[in-house]
Nanobody, 125 residues
Framework: VQLQASGGGLVQAGGSLRVSCAAS????????MGWFRQAPGKEREFVAA????????YYADSVKGRFTISRDNAKNTVYLQMNSLKPEDTAVYYC???????????????????WGQGTQVTVSS
């Protein structure tokens, strides 16, 4: 599986942005997907995850109520809609794909097998 993230950019605080992650391959719908982010000088952190069918989602407390993860398996794409953005949301956002027996989704980077190249999101104050 190859992942290509896109849609990042510069937005003012309080604004919205949607990032996308397009996957190659015919087995996309067998993977749970996640979004992670990494700010300069900080470790990569979990943002959101979604099960292979899209029926279950999971969010970091810092983005709950502001971000929404979704997927379109017909388009092999996962999305992260980000609303009410804050300067502390500034980071490179990475999408990732994982597949573990009995696991619907995960917040642990080690559970993901494939990673996209990242897209920069900058929120100005």
């Amino acid at each position: 599986v190859q992942l290509q993230a896109s849609g990042g950019g510069l937005v003012q605080a309080g604004g919205s942005l949607r990032v996308s992650c397009a996957a190659s391959g015919r087995t996309f719908n067998s993977y749970f997907m996640g979004w992670f982010r990494q700010a300069p000088g900080k470790e990569r952190e979990f943002v959101a995850a979604i099960s292979w069918g899209g029926g279950s989602t999971y969010y970091a407390d810092s983005v709950k109520g502001r971000f929404t993860i979704s997927r379109d398996n017909a388009k092999n794409t996962v999305y992260l809609q980000m609303n009410s953005l804050k300067p502390e949301d500034t980071a490179v956002y990475y999408c990732a794909a994982g597949r573990r027996s009995g696991t619907l989704y995960s917040r642990a980077p080690k559970e993901y097998d494939y990673w996209g190249q990242g897209t920069q999101v900058t929120v100005s104050s």
